[in-house]
């Protein structure tokens, strides 16, 4: 098909189109070296099916706007078989006459797909173009009140321009293309699309269906080279960057599990991210992984609630500061601006609740949560900045062992229950340790519920003991509010106690997802290696067992709250729903409940704080939610849920019963 001097022109194009590209792919590629740490290649195999599943199915994008995710699916498909359509073009320009699979049905096939992907390419992106820049959707802007990068919004909407444009006249072309050579050869029922537009060129001569060809494969391939090396600087990188997101991250016990530091190591001089290039390798990876597409802005409770957070923003404002400093830093130059600056203000940061939505929704993989926590630990650790309520919660923590400040009398719940609750000293054969946690010892309305939880061990006849004053905070509160040096502290005392008592050969339960979390998540990084299970999956064990008798004669509804960390960073929404059937109560289900559930408002050391200025209180964002259910309870399984939303049902003149769902077992066994 190509004249000599032209194969000659374009292999001179594909040259310097892989020299460009060999230049910006390198940069990006030292960017990401910059980070902490490094990308994790281990278990390849795994980590290739982990990151070919995310590409297969779009990264779950269909649980949240299921008609952009369609459309999203044929441009993506369709860009990928394009691989194939474009080497089959270069070999037809250099091989006249060439036909791929010629009079076969493998052949037919091909331009059947390729037709038809061609089609549905077009229609995608000018559905995503005519929702930006017509219809301006507003789940693709910004309240006023987050922080941007100058280059932010104008940048977004000149890249999504630029990538739209290319890939409407990459595809377009290429279709057009077929159709002058269906029209040349006289029809091709596998190319309905092609044999529709050849339809316009009946009558013209031979010479101009070929100059039409070869204009459309020049224009088509042309743009293709145009933009390989525009890649890295593209958010189209996203093709990608997302699958190799999800094939590098860390494989953690839970979705929000934080990395353990090392305060023995004397050469860390840095804790926490102040700037961009202390972030981790994956949290860089993250910025060019990112889609703009702001799901998780509309899952964040904060955000949801007018808060300053943005997790979208902070990714977006990200991808702007590597765009416009990419040569410098790839160079190895110093990062001239901290994160604070740019990237995300310091309101946001403390007003992230650390529920891990940002991070279960992101179709890349994106994890902006731990962005925020690591900038946390730079605030608090580096220079002494934090919220001054924390202060108190720190001092607790520091001198009393937890966060409000109490004396060391970790047993006062338990006196008024008709049996006596054991120490491990007064009872070093148990099968159980009940960790009580701070709230069940010292908050009134936790301290309920850990008299229900002992209630329904001691009527099953599990063998169970407490730590008693031997118990301290699991460090959550210090870790989650950046103060990671007095988590570690906190936690090697706590796996000193636990490791003496023995508890690495037993169960553990509790009452508190928190401490689920962080004992059986995060303490094994630092020796403690311990089954911890919550108390609804302890009692839903003990009622298949038949340990457990219900009278199940509650003729209520209830609908059920999933805390942040039983449910998204733990896995678990069955145990709680399976004890509240066996009750007899009737479940209504939230709109948002288990991995999509709302935040109750406490989480990330929320609780020890006052709220950050927005629209409404989450708590009574959620609690709107549980009473327009028309249910008569609210069970809860977390004491921060039970605080907050509580607080929020007394707001409302107290419609509903809050209740933990050891408490309604207590009513029925």
Not at 292 to 314: E, F, H, I, W
Request: charged letters at 20%; aromatic letters at 10%; proline letters at 4%.
């Amino acid at each position: 098909m190509l004249t000599s001097v032209e194969k000659i022109l374009f292999a001179v194009a594909v040259l310097a189109s892989l020299g460009a590209s060999w230049v910006t792919f390198g940069r990006m590629i030292r960017i990401v070296l910059r980070g902490r740490g490094k990308l994790h290649w281990d278990l390849l195999p795994l980590r290739l099916r982990t990151g070919l599943g995310a590409l297969v199915s779009q990264g779950g994008m269909i649980r949240q706007r299921p008609a952009a995710f369609c459309f999203h699916f044929f441009i993506t498909w369709g860009f990928i078989y394009y691989g194939l359509v474009n080497l089959v073009d270069v070999l037809a320009g250099y091989s006249p006459g060439f036909r791929f699979l010629e009079n076969s049905v493998p052949g037919d096939v091909f331009r059947l797909l390729a037709d038809l992907l061609s089609f549905a390419v077009l229609v995608g992106v000018g559905f995503f173009l005519v929702r930006r820049f017509v219809f301006r959707e507003s789940s693709l802007s910004y309240r006023e009140n987050v922080l941007l990068h100058p280059e932010a919004l104008s940048g977004i909407s000149r890249d999504s321009l630029l990538v739209g444009s290319f890939i409407l006249g990459h595809v377009g072309f290429r279709l057009l293309g077929a159709s002058f050579l269906v029209a040349m050869e006289g029809g091709d029922v596998w190319q309905p699309f092609a044999g529709g537009l050849a339809v316009l060129w009946e009558g013209q001569s031979e010479a101009f269906l070929t100059v039409g060809r070869h204009v459309s494969w020049w224009v088509s391939l042309g743009l293709i080279l145009l933009f390989i090396p525009y890649f890295p600087s593209s958010k189209h990188a996203h093709l990608f960057m997302g699958p190799v997101n999800w094939m590098t991250r860390p494989r953690r016990r839970a979705l929000g599990a934080l990395d353990a530091v090392d305060f023995e190591d004397d050469s860390i001089e840095q804790f926490g991210s102040a700037r961009l290039t202390d972030l981790s390798q994956t949290q860089i990876v993250d910025a060019f992984s990112c889609i703009m597409c702001n799901r998780c802005q509309d899952v964040c409770p904060a955000y949801v609630t007018g808060k300053s957070l943005s997790p979208a923003a902070l990714e977006v404002n990200k991808r702007a500061y590597l765009k416009e400093n990419m040569k410098a830093l790839a160079e190895g130059e110093e990062d001239r601006l901290v994160l604070l600056e740019y990237a995300i203000s310091e309101e946001a940061v403390w007003a992230c609740l650390s529920c891990g939505a940002c991070v279960e929704v992101c179709p890349v993989g994106n994890e902006p949560m731990f962005d925020i926590l690591d900038i946390r630990q730079n605030q608090v650790l580096m220079n002494s900045r934090f919220p001054s309520e924390l202060r108190g919660a720190f001092t607790g923590l520091e001198r009393q062992a937890n966060p409000w400040q109490m004396a060391d009398d970790r047993l006062g719940w338990a006196t008024s229950l008709d049996f006596e609750v054991l120490t491990v000293e007064q009872n070093p054969d148990f099968e159980v340790l009940y960790w009580v946690g701070c709230a069940g010892a010292f908050d009134p309305g936790a301290q309920k519920v850990a008299r229900a939880i002992a209630t329904v061990l001691h009527k099953a006849g599990v063998n169970f003991a407490v730590l008693g004053n031997n118990e301290a905070c699991t460090g959550d509160l210090a870790r989650r509010s950046g103060n990671e040096y007095l988590f570690f502290e906190m936690a090697r005392a706590n796996i000193e106690t636990l490791n003496a008592a023995g508890v690495d050969q037993k169960k553990v339960v509790t009452g508190c997802p928190h401490c689920k979390h962080t004992l059986g998540s995060e303490y094994p990084d630092l020796g403690g290696d311990y089954k911890v299970l919550h108390h609804t999956q302890l009692i839903s064990e003990l009622i298949a067992n038949g340990k457990i008798i219900l009278k199940g004669n509650l003729e209520k509804e209830v609908t059920f709250h999933d805390p942040c960390y039983l449910g998204r960073h733990s896995g678990e929404y069955d145990a709680p729903r399976e004890a509240l059937a066996q009750t007899g109560l009737v479940l209504q289900e939230m709109d948002r409940h288990k991995n999509n559930s709302f935040c109750c408002g406490g989480g990330g050391a929320q609780m020890w704080k006052e709220e950050e200025k927005g629209d409404q209180a989450v708590n009574a964002n959620r609690f709107a939610e549980a009473r327009a259910t028309g249910a008569d309870v609210l069970a809860v399984g977390c004491p921060f849920c039970a605080r907050m939303l509580n607080d929020a049902n007394t707001q409302a003149g107290t419609p509903m019963e809050v209740k933990d769902v050891a408490e309604v077992l207590v009513e029925v066994m």
